[in-house]
Protein backbone atom coordinates (compact mmCIF):
# COMPACT_ATOMS: atom_id res chain seq x y z
CA UNK A 1 0.00 0.00 0.00
CA UNK A 2 2.98 2.62 0.85
CA UNK A 3 4.35 1.71 -2.68
CA UNK A 4 1.48 2.72 -4.20
CA UNK A 5 0.83 5.84 -2.69
CA UNK A 6 4.04 7.00 -2.69
CA UNK A 7 3.96 6.56 -6.81
CA UNK A 8 1.20 7.79 -6.72
CA UNK A 9 1.56 11.47 -4.97
CA UNK A 10 5.08 11.59 -6.75
CA UNK A 11 2.82 11.53 -10.16
CA UNK A 12 1.39 14.37 -8.49
CA UNK A 13 4.17 16.29 -7.58
CA UNK A 14 5.74 16.17 -11.27
CA UNK A 15 2.66 17.46 -12.58
CA UNK A 16 2.59 19.94 -9.39
CA UNK A 17 6.20 21.28 -10.43
CA UNK A 18 4.90 22.04 -13.97
CA UNK A 19 2.76 24.60 -12.59
CA UNK A 20 4.80 25.88 -10.91
CA UNK A 21 7.49 26.05 -13.81
CA UNK A 22 10.29 24.14 -12.19
CA UNK A 23 10.94 21.63 -15.28
CA UNK A 24 14.16 22.06 -14.69
CA UNK A 25 14.68 20.38 -11.09
CA UNK A 26 11.52 17.84 -12.36
CA UNK A 27 13.40 15.04 -13.57
CA UNK A 28 15.82 14.98 -10.46
CA UNK A 29 13.34 15.41 -8.03
CA UNK A 30 11.41 12.45 -9.82
CA UNK A 31 14.62 9.97 -9.93
CA UNK A 32 15.07 11.13 -6.38
CA UNK A 33 11.93 10.18 -5.33
CA UNK A 34 12.34 6.77 -7.20
CA UNK A 35 15.07 6.33 -5.78
CA UNK A 36 13.49 6.60 -2.19
CA UNK A 37 10.64 4.39 -3.25
CA UNK A 38 12.69 1.43 -4.23
CA UNK A 39 14.67 2.02 -1.09
CA UNK A 40 11.27 1.66 1.21
CA UNK A 41 10.54 -1.61 -0.83
CA UNK A 42 13.42 -3.02 -0.65
CA UNK A 43 12.84 -2.20 3.05
CA UNK A 44 9.56 -3.52 3.36
CA UNK A 45 10.48 -6.68 1.70
CA UNK A 46 13.08 -7.58 4.01
CA UNK A 47 11.23 -6.90 6.89
CA UNK A 48 8.17 -8.97 5.53
CA UNK A 49 5.34 -5.83 6.35
CA UNK A 50 4.43 -2.60 4.68
CA UNK A 51 4.87 0.99 6.75
CA UNK A 52 1.30 1.65 5.62
CA UNK A 53 -1.61 -0.82 6.18
CA UNK A 54 -4.36 1.54 6.34
CA UNK A 55 -6.43 -0.78 3.77
CA UNK A 56 -9.29 -2.18 5.97
CA UNK A 57 -11.13 -3.15 2.68
CA UNK A 58 -7.92 -5.49 1.42
CA UNK A 59 -8.02 -3.96 -1.86
CA UNK A 60 -4.08 -4.03 -1.91
CA UNK A 61 -2.36 -6.86 -0.53
CA UNK A 62 1.30 -7.06 -0.29
CA UNK A 63 3.22 -10.02 -0.60
CA UNK A 64 6.63 -11.37 -1.10
CA UNK A 65 5.62 -11.92 -4.82
CA UNK A 66 3.87 -8.12 -5.85
CA UNK A 67 6.60 -6.66 -3.33
CA UNK A 68 9.27 -8.25 -5.90
CA UNK A 69 7.65 -7.72 -9.06
CA UNK A 70 7.16 -3.43 -7.81
CA UNK A 71 10.94 -3.09 -7.04
CA UNK A 72 11.74 -4.37 -10.35
CA UNK A 73 9.34 -2.49 -12.15
CA UNK A 74 10.68 0.53 -10.33
CA UNK A 75 14.64 -0.10 -11.14
CA UNK A 76 13.11 -0.04 -14.92
CA UNK A 77 10.65 3.01 -14.17
CA UNK A 78 14.30 4.68 -12.92
CA UNK A 79 16.12 3.19 -16.15
CA UNK A 80 13.64 4.91 -18.73
CA UNK A 81 13.17 8.47 -16.69
CA UNK A 82 17.14 8.55 -16.88
CA UNK A 83 16.85 8.79 -20.05
CA UNK A 84 14.11 11.28 -20.35
CA UNK A 85 15.37 14.91 -20.76
CA UNK A 86 17.70 14.09 -23.84
CA UNK A 87 15.06 12.00 -25.78
CA UNK A 88 12.35 15.21 -25.18
CA UNK A 89 14.89 17.38 -25.48
CA UNK A 90 13.14 18.98 -28.05
CA UNK A 91 9.96 19.35 -26.65
CA UNK A 92 11.31 20.13 -23.11
CA UNK A 93 8.29 21.95 -22.71
CA UNK A 94 5.83 19.15 -22.14
CA UNK A 95 8.58 16.77 -20.34
CA UNK A 96 6.22 17.23 -17.19
CA UNK A 97 3.38 15.44 -18.96
CA UNK A 98 5.34 12.60 -20.51
CA UNK A 99 7.58 12.16 -16.82
CA UNK A 100 3.93 12.07 -15.29
CA UNK A 101 2.48 9.54 -17.63
CA UNK A 102 5.05 6.88 -17.16
CA UNK A 103 5.19 7.42 -12.93
CA UNK A 104 1.36 6.88 -13.38
CA UNK A 105 1.61 3.73 -15.35
CA UNK A 106 4.54 2.40 -12.82
CA UNK A 107 1.80 2.96 -10.63
CA UNK A 108 -0.76 1.04 -12.41
CA UNK A 109 1.98 -1.36 -12.97
CA UNK A 110 2.47 -2.01 -9.27
CA UNK A 111 -1.21 -2.28 -8.72
CA UNK A 112 -1.68 -4.89 -11.46
CA UNK A 113 0.47 -6.91 -9.23
CA UNK A 114 -0.53 -5.90 -5.65
CA UNK A 115 -4.26 -6.17 -5.92
CA UNK A 116 -6.44 -8.05 -3.28
CA UNK A 117 -9.50 -7.00 -5.15
CA UNK A 118 -10.18 -7.49 -8.66
CA UNK A 119 -11.96 -3.93 -8.93
CA UNK A 120 -8.19 -2.84 -7.80
CA UNK A 121 -6.31 -4.99 -10.21
CA UNK A 122 -8.84 -3.42 -13.02
CA UNK A 123 -8.44 0.40 -12.20
CA UNK A 124 -4.56 -0.33 -12.12
CA UNK A 125 -4.60 -2.74 -15.39
CA UNK A 126 -6.67 0.72 -16.74
CA UNK A 127 -4.19 3.45 -15.53
CA UNK A 128 -1.04 1.61 -16.98
CA UNK A 129 -2.96 1.32 -20.07
CA UNK A 130 -4.14 4.76 -20.87
CA UNK A 131 -1.04 6.26 -20.16
CA UNK A 132 0.58 3.17 -22.83
CA UNK A 133 -2.27 4.45 -25.30
CA UNK A 134 -0.94 8.32 -24.77
CA UNK A 135 2.46 7.87 -25.03
CA UNK A 136 2.72 5.25 -27.56
CA UNK A 137 0.95 8.78 -29.89
CA UNK A 138 3.38 11.35 -27.87
CA UNK A 139 4.73 12.60 -31.28
CA UNK A 140 1.74 14.23 -33.25
CA UNK A 141 3.68 15.40 -35.93
CA UNK A 142 4.55 11.64 -36.98
CA UNK A 143 1.88 9.32 -38.94
CA UNK A 144 3.59 6.63 -37.58
CA UNK A 145 2.62 7.57 -33.33
CA UNK A 146 -0.79 8.52 -34.38
CA UNK A 147 -1.22 5.04 -36.24
CA UNK A 148 0.23 3.47 -33.28
CA UNK A 149 -2.11 5.18 -30.74
CA UNK A 150 -4.82 4.42 -32.22
CA UNK A 151 -3.97 0.91 -32.82
CA UNK A 152 -2.82 -0.27 -29.00
CA UNK A 153 -6.28 2.45 -28.18
CA UNK A 154 -8.75 -0.09 -30.04
CA UNK A 155 -6.96 -3.46 -29.13
CA UNK A 156 -6.15 -2.55 -25.68
CA UNK A 157 -10.09 -1.43 -25.18
CA UNK A 158 -10.79 -4.65 -26.94
CA UNK A 159 -8.74 -6.52 -24.50
CA UNK A 160 -9.99 -4.59 -21.53
CA UNK A 161 -13.43 -5.30 -22.53
CA UNK A 162 -12.66 -9.07 -22.45
CA UNK A 163 -10.82 -8.88 -18.74
CA UNK A 164 -13.76 -6.54 -17.71
CA UNK A 165 -16.85 -9.20 -18.54
CA UNK A 166 -14.55 -12.04 -17.32
CA UNK A 167 -14.48 -10.44 -13.32
CA UNK A 168 -18.03 -9.76 -13.82
CA UNK A 169 -19.01 -13.22 -14.57
CA UNK A 170 -16.64 -14.12 -11.99
CA UNK A 171 -18.14 -12.46 -9.46
CA UNK A 172 -21.50 -13.85 -10.78
CA UNK A 173 -20.31 -17.26 -9.52
CA UNK A 174 -18.70 -16.37 -6.71
CA UNK A 175 -20.24 -12.99 -5.41
CA UNK A 176 -17.39 -11.30 -4.12
CA UNK A 177 -14.07 -9.11 -6.04
CA UNK A 178 -12.11 -10.07 -2.61
CA UNK A 179 -8.76 -12.55 -3.97
CA UNK A 180 -9.54 -14.18 -0.32
CA UNK A 181 -13.29 -14.58 -0.58
CA UNK A 182 -12.83 -15.91 -4.10
CA UNK A 183 -9.90 -18.23 -3.02
CA UNK A 184 -11.89 -19.72 -0.01
CA UNK A 185 -15.12 -20.07 -1.50
CA UNK A 186 -13.05 -21.90 -4.43
CA UNK A 187 -11.56 -24.71 -2.10
CA UNK A 188 -15.06 -25.43 -0.50
CA UNK A 189 -17.24 -25.85 -3.34
CA UNK A 190 -18.09 -29.19 -4.64
CA UNK A 191 -18.55 -27.52 -8.10
CA UNK A 192 -19.04 -24.26 -9.47
CA UNK A 193 -20.91 -22.48 -12.10
CA UNK A 194 -19.96 -22.47 -15.63
CA UNK A 195 -19.53 -18.99 -16.33
CA UNK A 196 -17.06 -19.16 -13.39
CA UNK A 197 -15.00 -20.85 -16.10
CA UNK A 198 -16.11 -19.00 -18.44
CA UNK A 199 -15.15 -15.62 -16.65
CA UNK A 200 -11.76 -17.11 -16.41
CA UNK A 201 -10.92 -17.91 -19.68
CA UNK A 202 -11.84 -14.30 -21.21
CA UNK A 203 -9.85 -12.80 -17.74
CA UNK A 204 -6.80 -14.82 -19.20
CA UNK A 205 -7.59 -14.42 -22.81
CA UNK A 206 -7.42 -10.29 -22.02
CA UNK A 207 -4.27 -10.53 -20.40
CA UNK A 208 -2.28 -12.59 -22.82
CA UNK A 209 -3.57 -9.65 -25.28
CA UNK A 210 -1.56 -7.29 -23.12
CA UNK A 211 1.44 -9.31 -22.99
CA UNK A 212 1.51 -9.82 -26.83
CA UNK A 213 0.85 -13.84 -26.67
CA UNK A 214 0.02 -15.22 -29.88
CA UNK A 215 -2.25 -15.71 -31.71
CA UNK A 216 -3.20 -12.28 -29.61
CA UNK A 217 0.31 -10.45 -30.92
CA UNK A 218 -0.85 -8.73 -34.11
CA UNK A 219 -0.81 -5.63 -32.66
CA UNK A 220 2.79 -5.38 -30.76
CA UNK A 221 5.00 -4.99 -33.96
CA UNK A 222 3.46 -2.09 -35.65
CA UNK A 223 2.36 -0.38 -32.10
CA UNK A 224 6.43 -1.33 -31.32
CA UNK A 225 7.91 0.50 -34.32
CA UNK A 226 5.21 3.14 -34.28
CA UNK A 227 6.08 4.86 -31.08
CA UNK A 228 8.59 7.19 -29.46
CA UNK A 229 11.81 4.59 -29.49
CA UNK A 230 11.65 5.11 -25.63
CA UNK A 231 7.60 4.39 -24.86
CA UNK A 232 8.50 0.99 -27.06
CA UNK A 233 11.14 0.57 -24.81
CA UNK A 234 8.35 0.72 -21.40
CA UNK A 235 5.77 -0.98 -23.52
CA UNK A 236 8.66 -4.31 -24.14
CA UNK A 237 9.48 -4.21 -20.64
CA UNK A 238 7.83 -2.68 -17.62
CA UNK A 239 4.45 -3.44 -19.45
CA UNK A 240 4.87 -7.13 -21.04
CA UNK A 241 6.28 -7.74 -17.61
CA UNK A 242 3.05 -6.42 -15.65
CA UNK A 243 1.17 -8.47 -17.60
CA UNK A 244 2.57 -11.73 -17.55
CA UNK A 245 3.07 -11.39 -13.34
CA UNK A 246 -0.68 -10.69 -13.47
CA UNK A 247 -1.73 -13.21 -15.17
CA UNK A 248 0.89 -15.46 -13.30
CA UNK A 249 -1.10 -14.10 -9.92
CA UNK A 250 -4.52 -14.88 -11.88
CA UNK A 251 -3.95 -18.60 -12.25
CA UNK A 252 -2.57 -19.09 -8.88
CA UNK A 253 -5.77 -17.37 -7.64
CA UNK A 254 -7.84 -19.34 -9.84
CA UNK A 255 -5.96 -22.31 -10.27
CA UNK A 256 -9.35 -24.79 -9.43
CA UNK A 257 -10.55 -23.52 -13.08
CA UNK A 258 -6.88 -24.50 -14.34
CA UNK A 259 -8.23 -27.97 -15.70
CA UNK A 260 -6.17 -30.61 -18.24
CA UNK A 261 -8.29 -29.09 -21.14
CA UNK A 262 -6.85 -25.57 -20.09
CA UNK A 263 -3.11 -26.75 -19.67
CA UNK A 264 -3.02 -28.49 -23.58
CA UNK A 265 -4.11 -24.90 -24.45
CA UNK A 266 -1.56 -22.72 -22.10
CA UNK A 267 1.56 -25.69 -23.73
CA UNK A 268 0.01 -25.21 -27.44
CA UNK A 269 0.16 -21.39 -26.76
CA UNK A 270 3.76 -21.20 -25.44
CA UNK A 271 4.80 -23.31 -28.13
CA UNK A 272 3.34 -20.72 -30.68
CA UNK A 273 4.06 -17.74 -29.11
CA UNK A 274 8.04 -19.09 -29.54
CA UNK A 275 8.48 -20.23 -32.70
CA UNK A 276 5.90 -17.64 -34.49
CA UNK A 277 8.04 -14.62 -32.60
CA UNK A 278 11.47 -16.08 -33.37
CA UNK A 279 10.60 -17.22 -37.24
CA UNK A 280 8.88 -13.74 -38.12
CA UNK A 281 12.11 -11.70 -35.88
CA UNK A 282 14.49 -13.49 -38.62
CA UNK A 283 13.26 -11.71 -41.39
CA UNK A 284 13.34 -8.13 -39.87
CA UNK A 285 14.92 -5.37 -41.04
CA UNK A 286 14.02 -2.89 -38.33
CA UNK A 287 15.52 -3.25 -35.26
CA UNK A 288 12.26 -1.76 -33.34
CA UNK A 289 10.17 -4.46 -35.04
CA UNK A 290 13.00 -7.22 -34.48
CA UNK A 291 12.73 -6.76 -30.72
CA UNK A 292 8.74 -6.40 -30.83
CA UNK A 293 8.85 -10.00 -32.31
CA UNK A 294 11.54 -10.46 -29.78
CA UNK A 295 9.77 -9.74 -26.63
CA UNK A 296 6.67 -12.11 -28.10
CA UNK A 297 9.16 -15.26 -28.20
CA UNK A 298 10.01 -14.45 -24.75
CA UNK A 299 6.43 -13.96 -23.49
CA UNK A 300 6.20 -17.68 -24.60
CA UNK A 301 8.96 -18.72 -22.30
CA UNK A 302 7.67 -16.87 -19.58
CA UNK A 303 3.96 -18.61 -20.45
CA UNK A 304 5.57 -21.73 -19.01
CA UNK A 305 6.01 -20.76 -15.62
CA UNK A 306 1.69 -20.61 -15.75
CA UNK A 307 1.72 -24.45 -16.04
CA UNK A 308 3.83 -24.52 -12.08
CA UNK A 309 1.92 -21.43 -10.49
CA UNK A 310 2.96 -23.15 -6.90
CA UNK A 311 6.65 -23.41 -7.61
CA UNK A 312 7.78 -21.21 -10.25
CA UNK A 313 6.72 -17.90 -8.61
CA UNK A 314 11.03 -17.17 -8.15
CA UNK A 315 11.59 -18.51 -11.92
CA UNK A 316 9.44 -16.30 -13.46
CA UNK A 317 10.33 -13.28 -11.26
CA UNK A 318 13.86 -13.96 -12.47
CA UNK A 319 13.60 -14.17 -16.01
CA UNK A 320 11.13 -10.68 -16.43
CA UNK A 321 14.20 -9.52 -14.69
CA UNK A 322 16.99 -10.92 -17.05
CA UNK A 323 14.57 -9.78 -19.91
CA UNK A 324 13.51 -6.74 -18.69
CA UNK A 325 17.35 -5.51 -17.98
CA UNK A 326 18.50 -6.76 -21.36
CA UNK A 327 15.84 -5.23 -22.92
CA UNK A 328 16.64 -1.81 -21.42
CA UNK A 329 20.06 -1.92 -22.24
CA UNK A 330 19.60 -2.97 -25.92
CA UNK A 331 16.83 0.27 -26.45
CA UNK A 332 19.36 2.48 -24.63
CA UNK A 333 21.91 1.72 -27.58
CA UNK A 334 19.02 2.17 -30.24
CA UNK A 335 18.15 5.13 -28.78
CA UNK A 336 21.42 6.39 -29.31
CA UNK A 337 22.29 5.05 -32.56
CA UNK A 338 18.84 5.72 -34.40
CA UNK A 339 18.65 9.47 -32.57
CA UNK A 340 17.48 11.64 -35.30
CA UNK A 341 17.19 9.12 -38.36
CA UNK A 342 13.84 8.46 -39.50
CA UNK A 343 13.73 5.07 -38.98
CA UNK A 344 15.61 2.15 -36.93
CA UNK A 345 16.70 0.48 -39.60
CA UNK A 346 19.40 -2.29 -38.85
CA UNK A 347 21.35 -0.55 -42.00
CA UNK A 348 22.17 2.36 -39.32
CA UNK A 349 23.81 -0.42 -36.90
CA UNK A 350 26.49 -1.43 -39.71
CA UNK A 351 30.32 -0.40 -38.56
CA UNK A 352 29.05 0.79 -35.26
CA UNK A 353 32.60 -0.58 -33.87
CA UNK A 354 34.37 1.71 -35.32
CA UNK A 355 32.58 5.09 -33.68
CA UNK A 356 31.17 3.38 -30.15
CA UNK A 357 33.01 0.06 -29.24
CA UNK A 358 31.55 0.33 -25.88
CA UNK A 359 28.19 0.44 -27.23
CA UNK A 360 29.01 -2.54 -29.35
CA UNK A 361 29.81 -4.24 -26.53
CA UNK A 362 26.57 -3.23 -24.49
CA UNK A 363 24.54 -4.39 -27.34
CA UNK A 364 26.45 -7.18 -28.32
CA UNK A 365 25.77 -8.43 -24.25
CA UNK A 366 22.32 -8.00 -24.33
CA UNK A 367 21.60 -9.71 -27.19
CA UNK A 368 23.45 -12.59 -25.91
CA UNK A 369 21.68 -12.40 -22.65
CA UNK A 370 18.34 -12.59 -24.92
CA UNK A 371 19.23 -15.20 -26.72
CA UNK A 372 20.44 -17.35 -23.68
CA UNK A 373 24.33 -17.15 -23.80
CA UNK A 374 26.13 -17.98 -20.34
CA UNK A 375 27.43 -16.12 -18.08
CA UNK A 376 24.58 -13.87 -19.01
CA UNK A 377 21.16 -13.91 -16.74
CA UNK A 378 19.50 -15.17 -19.74
CA UNK A 379 20.79 -18.37 -20.14
CA UNK A 380 20.01 -18.76 -16.29
CA UNK A 381 16.38 -17.83 -16.98
CA UNK A 382 15.54 -20.31 -19.59
CA UNK A 383 17.66 -22.99 -16.95
CA UNK A 384 15.65 -22.67 -14.47
CA UNK A 385 11.92 -22.20 -16.41
CA UNK A 386 13.04 -25.62 -18.44
CA UNK A 387 13.66 -27.04 -14.90
CA UNK A 388 10.44 -26.37 -13.53
CA UNK A 389 8.50 -27.68 -17.02
CA UNK A 390 11.19 -31.08 -16.57
CA UNK A 391 9.66 -31.39 -12.85
CA UNK A 392 5.99 -30.67 -13.40
CA UNK A 393 6.34 -33.27 -16.58
CA UNK A 394 6.35 -31.03 -19.72
CA UNK A 395 9.33 -32.29 -21.48
CA UNK A 396 7.43 -31.10 -24.96
CA UNK A 397 7.72 -27.51 -23.69
CA UNK A 398 11.42 -27.99 -22.78
CA UNK A 399 12.30 -29.03 -26.36
CA UNK A 400 10.66 -26.73 -27.92
CA UNK A 401 12.45 -24.09 -25.49
CA UNK A 402 15.70 -25.11 -26.63
CA UNK A 403 14.79 -25.53 -30.15
CA UNK A 404 13.59 -22.00 -30.18
CA UNK A 405 16.56 -20.90 -28.04
CA UNK A 406 19.12 -22.05 -31.11
CA UNK A 407 17.00 -20.19 -33.73
CA UNK A 408 17.39 -16.68 -31.62
CA UNK A 409 21.05 -17.26 -31.54
CA UNK A 410 20.71 -16.84 -35.22
CA UNK A 411 19.36 -13.58 -35.66
CA UNK A 412 20.34 -12.03 -31.89
CA UNK A 413 23.61 -11.92 -33.14
CA UNK A 414 23.19 -11.05 -36.75
CA UNK A 415 22.57 -7.66 -35.27
CA UNK A 416 26.68 -8.35 -33.79
CA UNK A 417 27.76 -9.29 -36.74
CA UNK A 418 26.72 -6.05 -38.97
CA UNK A 419 28.31 -3.89 -36.01
CA UNK A 420 31.72 -5.69 -36.40
CA UNK A 421 31.62 -6.81 -40.11
CA UNK A 422 29.51 -4.78 -42.20
CA UNK A 423 31.21 -0.86 -43.23
CA UNK A 424 29.17 2.02 -42.10
CA UNK A 425 27.63 4.00 -44.54
CA UNK A 426 28.05 7.27 -43.51
CA UNK A 427 31.49 8.41 -41.71
CA UNK A 428 29.93 11.34 -40.02
CA UNK A 429 30.92 10.53 -36.05
CA UNK A 430 28.33 9.21 -34.01
CA UNK A 431 27.77 10.92 -30.74
CA UNK A 432 25.67 9.17 -28.09
CA UNK A 433 24.26 11.27 -25.03
CA UNK A 434 26.20 10.20 -21.90
CA UNK A 435 22.69 9.50 -20.33
CA UNK A 436 21.94 6.98 -22.75
CA UNK A 437 25.20 5.40 -21.88
CA UNK A 438 25.17 5.21 -18.21
CA UNK A 439 21.64 3.09 -18.49
CA UNK A 440 23.05 0.83 -21.06
CA UNK A 441 25.80 0.21 -19.61
CA UNK A 442 23.88 0.07 -15.75
CA UNK A 443 21.29 -2.43 -16.79
CA UNK A 444 23.78 -4.94 -18.89
CA UNK A 445 26.19 -4.99 -15.45
CA UNK A 446 22.61 -5.65 -13.92
CA UNK A 447 21.78 -8.19 -16.00
CA UNK A 448 25.22 -10.29 -15.71
CA UNK A 449 25.25 -9.19 -11.96
CA UNK A 450 21.74 -11.50 -11.94
CA UNK A 451 23.40 -13.94 -14.25
CA UNK A 452 26.53 -14.19 -11.50
CA UNK A 453 24.42 -14.47 -8.81
CA UNK A 454 21.38 -15.77 -9.62
CA UNK A 455 20.60 -16.48 -5.64
CA UNK A 456 19.89 -12.64 -5.10
CA UNK A 457 16.13 -13.84 -6.63
CA UNK A 458 15.93 -17.57 -6.55
CA UNK A 459 16.92 -17.57 -3.05
CA UNK A 460 14.09 -14.85 -2.05
CA UNK A 461 11.25 -15.81 -0.13
CA UNK A 462 8.25 -15.11 -2.33
Known amino acids: MSTLIAISGLGIISLLLEIFNLRKVLVPVVLLGLIAILGMGVTEFYLGEAFIEADKYNMVKNTGFSQAFSILFIVLAILAITMSPKFYQQNFVKIADYISLKVFMLAGAVAMVSFGNFAMFFIGLEVLSICAYTLAASNPKSERSNEAGMKYFIMGAFASSFILFGIALIYGAIGSFDISAIANATSQAVSLPVWFHIGFIMLTVGLMFKASVVPFHFWAPDVYEGSPTLVTAMMSTLVKVAAIAALFKVISILSVAVTPSYQIVLIVLSILTMTVGNLTAMKQRNI ?175
Open 288 to 462: KRMMAYSGISHAGFMMMTLLAVGSSANAVLYYASAYSLAGIAAFAVILGVCRGKENEDISHFFGLRKHQPLMVAVLAFAMLSLSGIPIFAGFFAKLFVFEQMLQAGHIILVLFGILNSAMAVYYYLGVANVMITKESESEEKLRIPFEYKAVAITAICLNILLGIFPSLIMGLNL
